[in-house]
């Protein structure tokens, strides 16, 4: 029977302060996450942050703050979670709550989960004038695409949500996913006005049940099936405690996350790459798809152009070549341009 996680308190708000570097349009819908959804005539973004709370997003006129609604909670409330750190030397931010009647307990809490999640500790503006004054290139595409942030997502959403990646398109992948949570998932939020049942995405454990595969290929996953029930079954059996392993993916040096995650089934270099970007803060990891490939051949190295396919050669070529050019966080310069690149937000 599929479990429901309770309301605690619904319609818990408030405001977080942005300081006009998030764009929620071109942070949620780049090709990083594929569950958030424009609700209310286009106004609120609605998502899950953390596999466990139902959030609506608004962004203000001002540019400078968002708002933030919890639309669920736990009944016997994790505020007593610490939302650990993971970038060094990262500071508590200053939230700007402005809701009345609310706990400031429950304010101060999910401001720091929906920060933590869009990753607000990082200046974005200090990072766009380092690659801006080392790249004139980037420095030209910069000034109309502000705001773009690399998300920090949960890790099993992540890896099966790009193993679905593969070959696909954005509309396909978001309805495997949709279909994995309805069919695996925990219920987190009953009736939405407009989007229904919200629920959580499957844990690692449960895709590893044997009967998953026969099941996905009834419902269109294709040979993905295998990957994404093989992939989980990998974890479990060889790595015990899946949780445990994200953690030391996240510790070790890049090279070796990336290698270690290359040993799944359906996990190829661009998928480990997206895992380690988004899931692991190897903020350094560059993931190379054909929008990035075609930047790299027109702006950057040339002598690409004469290839038709990406190779294994210039996929790592193409990625030592960010990591020279932008540093530590080569990865999140690759995602502003590739949001660039994207044709929704050419106009």
């Excluded at 309301?7 to 569950?35: D, H, W, Y």
């Excluded at 966080?329 to 929704?344: E, I, P, R, T």
Aim: net charge positive.
């Amino acid at each position: 029977m599929r479990q429901t996680v309770k309301a605690l308190k619904p319609m818990i708000e408030g405001f977080i302060e942005t300081n006009g570097e998030l764009s929620l349009k071109r942070t949620l819908k780049s090709g990083q996450a594929f569950r958030w959804r424009l609700t209310n005539d286009g106004t609120d973004w609605v998502g899950v942050v953390r596999n466990t709370h139902v959030v609506q997003l608004t962004q203000q006129p001002d540019g400078k703050h968002i708002h933030y609604r919890v639309l669920n909670g736990h009944e016997d409330n994790d505020h007593n979670q610490e939302i650990k750190p993971t970038v060094k030397g990262r500071k508590r931010l200053k939230t700007s709550d402005e809701s009345d009647g609310e706990n400031p307990k429950d304010q101060y809490f999910y401001s720091q989960l929906i920060s933590d999640y869009l990753r607000l500790d990082v200046n974005l503006t200090d990072l766009y004038d380092k690659w801006s004054k080392s790249d004139d290139k980037f420095a030209a595409i910069a000034v109309n695409m502000s705001g773009v942030r690399v998300l920090r997502q949960n890790f099993a959403e992540t890896l099966f949500s790009f193993i679905c990646s593969s070959n696909n398109n954005i509309n396909r992948i978001e309805k495997m996913i949709e279909t994995l949570c309805q069919k695996y998932g925990k219920v987190l939020y009953e009736s939405h006005p407009e989007l229904g049942t919200i629920h959580s995405f499957p844990e690692i454990t449960r895709l590893a049940e044997e009967s998953v595969e026969p099941e996905l290929k009834k419902l269109g996953f294709g040979y993905r099936s295998a990957f994404i029930h093989r992939s989980a079954k990998t974890i479990c059996d060889e790595y015990k405690c899946p949780e445990k392993w994200s953690q030391e993916l996240a510790q070790m040096p890049y090279s070796e996350a990336r290698q270690a995650l290359q040993r799944l089934p359906g996990v190829g270099p661009k998928v480990a790459d997206c895992i380690a970007l988004m899931a692991l803060n190897h903020l350094e990891s560059v993931p190379v798809d054909v929008h990035v490939f075609k930047i790299a051949q027109h702006m950057y190295l040339p002598h690409l152009k004469k290839n038709k396919s990406l190779t294994h050669k210039s996929y790592q070529e193409i990625g030592d070549f960010f990591r020279s050019k932008f540093g530590p966080n080569a990865g999140w310069a690759q995602a502003v341009l590739f949001c660039a690149d994207l044709k929704q937000f050419k106009q």
